[in-house]
């Protein structure tokens, strides 16, 4: 499989569904992330640094919605000589067949575990580090303070949880105002208006966003004794959550 560039929505004449990690979506995955997410590759690098600061010696590295495994590579390649194993898991096939396909091309010995699994019935256990890079907006909302418990209770105190979303903001102002400096960042990477009106309407009703007032709050119902903002890039942020 060769990634390719991301033209879904640019057909006029396609009118789109509701988003889906499908074989489609996969061959372009890694140009669309690129071009939708401002700070991506910031988050993804950060998430190797922040795994060797916290992992500890034979203990597991979740990266949970791996997708084609991104941070699970940023992870492996900071880990090395760590005794440790990182656990890469996503429910989409398509997903996890190009990230075993770019696993094995990597030459870092860290052992990684592939799971094609929902989230919410995977094994979860024996963690120091655990990622949730852009994955829990997928999750239903009420099923998502149930996931985050059971993350906290699979890790340790001063253990990590790294969470990163897309956000909404409470000033309907500050709600606009990012909601245009996102679709700008899309228009400088060379999307076209129907491009950006077609992935909304797409992935409307399917990403479910939320207040940072609102993760923190479940984070500290879910067992976590602190938790922060330590990037933002407009409407997308990521979240240290330390147990």
Known sequence: ????????FGDPL????????????????????????PGYETVIAMSGLLAARFARPS??????????????????RNLVDRDCRIVAVDNSAAMI?????????????????????????????????????????????????????????ALSPGDILVLSEKVVFPDASLQQLNV?????????????????????DSIE????PESLAAHRQR????GFASSDVWFQCFNFASIIALK
Do not use: W
């Open 1 to 8: 499989m060769t990634d390719k560039p991301d033209t879904l």
């Open 14 to 37: 396609r009118a789109p569904g509701p988003f889906r990690f499908d074989r489609e979506v996969v061959t372009v995955f890694p140009d669309m992330i690129r071009r939708s997410v």
């Open 59 to 76: 203990t597991r590295i979740y990266d949970l919605g791996c997708s084609l495994g991104a941070t699970t590579l940023s992870m492996r």
């Open 97 to 153: 067949e190009r990230c075993r396909e770019l696993i094995a091309l990597d030459p870092t010995a860290v052992p990684v575990e592939l799971r094609e699994e929902d989230l919410l019935q995977t094994d979860i256990r024996d963690a120091s580090v655990i990622v949730l890079n852009y994955t829990l907006q997928f999750i239903a909302r009420e099923e998502r303070l149930t996931l985050l418990r059971r993350i906290a209770d």
């Open 180 to 200: 245009d400096l996102h679709h700008d960042f899309k228009r400088a990477h060379g999307y076209s208006e129907l491009e950006i009106a077609g992935k909304r």
């Open 205 to 208: 009703n399917v990403l479910i």
């Open 219 to 222: 984070l500290s119902e879910a």
